[in-house]
């Protein structure tokens, strides 16, 4: 802890260069006492320790780790007196070895979660990480570099949240086998998007627990869909123009006009119009048969 007040920067400091594992009120007065630093005078007291309500103080702490150390401080209300002695002291000493264990967990599952994102912004992979509820833990660099560049991330966030829930419910126990298909064939965790950009495939896998620490954590990867055919070409090839052919290529996707309209930054009005000429030039009936004409030139 880093204080102004000298009183608690030298109590910490004291504390684990004697390794005081354990302490009370009259331990921590008559030490200070020594040091000619009263106690009474001190912020830490008036602004810290009795407004906290921590009369008649005593704590443990664990030992000093890279992340910190943890402290247990238990006070009472000023009108209880407790007897501070040897038997309230080792009665707290007793609960040391414990906090120890679990401050060193926590510390190891810090180290654990640390390495993990470095192993994530270290690769080439585009990665977010999300937890059970649907918080977002971790976005790599590779991701935040492929959303800054689409203009239409929105639909690719949408993707990737609807993939992570996908996962989750397919991981999740059912009561029957009935609903087990119904979340296999209705929400499943790998999905294609396409924007006026680029065609994307948006997986979900579940992350190692032991890394993240909490069970039902999903890996969400996003790339580009390198087996995508070429339907922009295709389109050009048959005739239409640059922008027909963007039209061509977005229908191929089943968007509706109201979709094609705002991918394009058009009216409604104006994006139908563009669907019936693409489909009178090519000669088709509907957005099947279009796609079926183009994906076969």
């Not at 209705?186 to 997986?203: D, I």
Request: aromatic share 4%; no cysteine.
């Amino acid at each position: 802890m880093q204080s102004p007040d000298p009183v608690p920067a030298w109590w910490y400091r004291h504390r684990r260069a004697h390794g005081i594992g354990s302490w009370d009120e009259p331990m921590h007065v008559r030490l200070l006492a020594e040091r000619r630093m009263p106690i009474e005078r001190s912020p830490f007291r008036h602004e810290g320790l009795r407004p906290a309500g921590l009369h008649h103080y005593s704590g443990i702490t664990s030992e000093h780790y890279p992340a910190g150390e943890l402290i247990v401080t238990v006070g009472y209300p000023a009108q209880r007196r407790p007897h501070f002695g040897a038997d309230d002291t080792a009665l707290l000493a007793l609960l040391l070895p414990a906090l120890r264990v679990a401050h060193h967990a926590q510390a190891t599952a810090a180290a654990r979660l640390a390495a993990a994102v470095a192993l994530l912004d270290a690769g080439a992979e585009a990665l977010q990480v999300v937890a059970a509820d649907g918080r977002t833990l971790h976005r790599n660099a590779a991701l935040g570099a492929l959303l800054a560049s689409e203009p239409e991330r929105d639909r690719l966030e949408d993707a990737m949240a609807h993939a992570a829930r996908g996962l989750r419910a397919l991981r999740r126990p059912r009561a029957d086998a009935s609903s087990i298909a119904a979340t296999l064939h209705g929400t499943p965790p790998e999905r294609a998007v396409a924007t006026t950009r680029a065609r994307y495939v948006v997986r979900a896998r579940p992350a190692p627990e032991a890394a993240w620490g909490a069970p039902g954590v999903v890996l969400v990867s996003v790339a580009r869909d390198a087996a995508a055919p070429d339907v922009a070409a295709a389109a050009r090839a048959l005739g239409l123009t640059a922008r027909e052919a963007e039209v061509a290529r977005l229908l191929v996707e089943r968007l509706t006009n109201a979709e094609l309209a705002g991918a394009l930054g058009i009216s409604v009005h104006t994006a139908r119009h563009h669907t019936q000429r693409v489909m009178q030039k090519l000669g088709v009936g509907s957005r099947r048969e279009l796609a079926a004409r183009l994906r076969a030139t």
